[in-house]
Every structure is written in C-alpha cells, then in structure tokens.
C-alpha cells in the first residue's frame, strides 16, 4: 500500500528562520508560498534597533523596507522650524516603508527596542508585481492605516483629554504583543509623557493627570512609571468615548 505524504505548507520546505518567526502569518509573508519564502530569506536580513535609534528619515530615499517583528515604531512628521507631530506607530507584523515610492514621506524611530526583517526594496517590488496575494496583503494594510488613521482623526478631533488618554492606551494594550490571548494585558509604555502629549495634542501635565485618574478608578495599573497593567479591556474599552 503506498502512502501518500502530505505536506504542512506552512511549515514544510521553508527557512527555520521563518517557521520561528510569529510576526509571518499574519504579516506580509503570510501571503508567500513555501517556495517565495525560500527565495526571499536569501536577500532578508534581521536586525534589532535600541530605542530612539532613527529607522527611516523623512525624504530620504528608500533602499529597503522592513517587517516589524516585535517592538514599536513611531512616525513622525517635523516642521521646517524643529517642531515634530507624531502621526502614527506600527506594531507587528506591519510592513515599515511605502511600496513603488522613490522617498519617505514621514520619519521612523524605534520607540522601544524593535526586531525587523529587512527586505530590499528591489526585491519586495518585484514580489508585488508577481504575487497577487502579496499585493492583496499590502493593500489591505494601507487600507487599515487608512482607517485608522481616520479613527484618530475622531480621537483629536471630537474627544475630551481623558477619552484621547483612554483610546492610547487602549491602542497600545491592543497592538503592541499580537500573540498575546491572556484576560489581563501588561506592556512597557513606549512612548514618554511628552510624546504621548505630542501624539494627542495634549500637554505633559494632562497626560499624567488623565493616567492618574484612569489608576485611581481600577481602570489601569502602573508600576514604575511606565509599566501598565490592564485588568479588563472591556473598562479601558468604556473609557475611550
């Protein structure tokens, strides 16, 4: 009697590198085929960046793109006279960069320590125009950045100072560890008071006077300063309006 093997496609014939890796099914290689995953891993590279380390500057020229692993990224718009807006975060498994542009058009830094799988942008490109799963998945990404880039449109817009402190560390408790199933939610703050303000258009002082509140009400838990503690999403959930 003859057997017939059948293989696991998500774990046959593919890099140990990326069977390791918990950021691919749901990123961009999730798209990729055993095969496309063999050829892109020979021009990948993984590297880990410390915090506040510059990723991607503003009008620079794009020469790779990266898959966010683990970690936080922050992007940032400056002004001609040194002023500085953020305008977004990335979490795994986001894909860092935009595709078939020649520059950046926003600053990335590394809010806390990051691993990223670098991809050249040649080759990334090329995958796009040849794989129409690919291409779905990076469109399906830039439409989610587009709504919730809309949604914090809302948040700054309509929201009173505790409700815009409530939907970021909602944000944060949501993204920042997408393997994490457990009922209570812990995660380093990774972003200081002033960015934190910067981001929601709020001073340092209400920032602080807001997560002292949120402490108080058993809505959040912090210990040395930057370690949040959420016992029930669903409360914090109440709390962004």
Request: with cysteine.
């Amino acid at each position: 009697m003859i057997q017939t093997v059948r293989k696991d496609i998500h774990n046959s014939d593919i890099p140990l590198l990326c069977q390791s890796c918990e950021a691919r099914h749901q990123g961009i290689c999730g798209s990729l085929t055993p095969e496309q995953l063999v050829a892109v891993s020979k021009s990948t590279r993984r590297v880990r960046r410390a915090p506040g380390e510059e990723l991607m500057a503003d009008a620079e020229p794009i020469a790779s793109f990266a898959n966010v692993l683990r970690g936080v990224v922050k992007l940032t718009k400056v002004l001609e006279d040194g002023r500085q807006q953020v305008v977004g975060l990335q979490f795994a498994p986001d894909l860092l960069g935009r595709p078939f542009a020649t520059e950046s058009r926003v600053s990335a830094e590394a809010a806390s320590e990051v691993d990223l799988c670098l991809i050249p942008k040649p080759v990334l490109e090329s995958m796009l125009t040849e794989s129409a799963p690919l291409e779905r998945r990076v469109m399906l990404q830039a439409l989610r950045e587009l709504d919730e880039a809309r949604d914090w449109m809302v948040t700054l817009g309509r929201k009173s100072a505790a409700e815009r402190v409530a939907s970021f560390l909602y944000l944060i408790a949501t993204h920042i560890d997408p393997t994490d199933e457990g009922e209570v939610t812990t995660f380093d703050l990774p972003l200081s008071r002033a960015d934190i303000g910067d981001f929601l258009g709020l001073t340092i002082e209400t920032v602080s006077r807001q997560m002292t509140r949120l402490k108080a009400d058993g809505i959040i838990e912090i210990q040395n300063y930057r370690h949040v503690t959420v016992p029930d999403l669903a409360r914090l959930r109440l709390r962004c309006g």
